[in-house]
């Protein structure tokens, strides 16, 4: 075989269909089952109501299968599979399937639930937001909750993967909301999806009734009308709620120093920071890639590339002293320290990590020469 000739499967895999699952705007959706490894999968049939529709929504079904294709999130729903033919404008999706109930009829059977279920909500809106990818049609029965309660994301039909801040409003639907003032000004950016999450919870709380809710302050900034008001990321969002879940977690003396001894050695490295630099979020990610530089200098009393330390919680541009040291020791503590955590903790002690490097001097891109 030859780089770049076709790779033919000639068997065909078979399913058993179950049931009906239900016809939407711009698909035919069914139960069925793999008998081979025993799983059921759900399909997603591209079939609009209007026969008239189906080149004009092709492009969003293509979108669609490549979004998920782009997300791998335990609160997103998965997709295994897809199947296309453009000359017949149609397609399949085959993707996991959720035994799960409505978020707004989840939460009024399990009310104290609800403070993790928007957590869990907000965690994966935020993981889209770092994919760059919109879901512009939320709604109650776009998320559905698992019976183990586990967020689960779907329906991204009117998806759309953006490469600036702020796109146009192209297409307008059926909001179940209240609109924002972002419409006047047809913009439709993750700012927008902030809101009509926070509409959505807004009407949950209400239904539920005489609730407590921890985030009601963060609810409120979510749900400005006013665009300019509005908190500004879904990223903005969990940082304030970890802020929030702080206070309750206790560190030992010794948890501090070794997070203190790591952070300012690491910190003084650095003179300034791009504007729109991005904190890597990934914790499983920030520890395998520790434990690599870790091994690599065990050897050594202090790190030899700063650049790849730096790397490893920062994705943009900086400028930073190549000659700093920041010794091993704290580094490998430090690690150890983040290994042995609960999730919580760990979520809290990168968020104090964040904080160090919001107070490094900021420069916009453009302020440099060239």
């Known amino acids: 075989m030859n780089q770049n000739d076709p790779i033919?499967?000639?068997?065909?895999?078979?399913?058993?269909?179950?049931?009906?699952?239900?016809?939407?705007?711009?698909?035919?959706?069914?139960?069925?089952?793999?008998?081979?490894?025993?799983?059921?999968?759900?399909c997603k049939k591209y079939s609009p109501y209007n026969e008239d529709d189906k080149g004009l929504y092709y492009d969003y079904f293509k979108d669609e299968i490549k979004i998920l294709y782009k997300t791998n999130h335990a609160n997103i729903?998965?997709?295994?599979?897809?199947?296309l033919y453009p000359e017949e404008t149609t397609g399949f999706i085959i993707m996991e399937y959720i035994d799960g109930k409505q978020i707004d009829k989840y939460l009024n059977e399990n009310p104290d639930h609800l403070e993790d279920i928007f957590l869990q909500t907000i965690e994966g809106f935020k993981h889209l937001e770092e994919k760059e990818i919109l879901h512009r049609d939320i709604r109650p029965n776009n998320i559905l909750i698992t019976e183990s309660g586990i967020v689960k994301i779907i329906d991204f039909g009117f998806g759309k993967q953006v490469d600036a801040n702020t796109v146009n409003k192209s297409i307008t639907l059926n909001w179940r909301f209240s609109i924002p003032k972002d419409f006047e000004e047809e913009i439709?950016?993750?700012?927008?999806?902030?809101?009509?999450?926070?509409?959505?919870?807004?009407?949950?709380?209400?239904?539920?009734?005489?609730?407590?809710f921890k985030y009601s302050h963060i609810l409120k900034k979510m749900i400005a009308i006013n665009y300019n008001k509005r908190i500004n990321s879904f990223f903005d969002i969990y940082r304030d709620m970890l802020n929030d879940q702080s206070i309750d977690i206790q560190f030992t003396i010794g948890e501090k120093n070794i997070y203190q001894n790591f952070a300012n050695d690491f910190i003084k490295i650095f003179t300034t920071i791009e504007d729109n630099l991005t904190y890597e979020t990934s914790l499983d990610k920030i520890i395998r890639n520790l434990e690599e530089l870790n091994k690599n200098s065990m050897l050594e009393n202090i790190i030899q590339d700063n650049a790849k330390l730096t790397r490893i919680f920062l994705i943009g541009k900086y400028s930073y002293f190549k000659t700093k040291e920041i010794k091993v020791t704290y580094v490998s503590a430090f690690l150890d320290l983040l290994k042995k955590s609960t999730e919580d903790k760990r979520k809290i002690i990168l968020n104090n990590l964040w904080i160090r490097f919001d107070s490094i001097q900021r420069f916009k891109d453009d302020d440099l020469p060239f």
Do not use: C
């Open 188 to 212: 439709y950016n993750h700012k927008t999806d902030i809101y009509f999450i926070g509409k959505l919870f807004e009407e949950i709380i209400s239904q539920i009734g005489n609730v407590n």
């Open 77 to 83: 729903v998965r997709v295994f599979n897809y199947y």
């Open 8 to 42: 033919v499967f000639l068997k065909t895999k078979d399913f058993k269909f179950i049931k009906e699952i239900g016809q939407g705007g711009t698909g035919r959706t069914i139960l069925m089952k793999d008998e081979a490894i025993d799983e059921i999968f759900v």
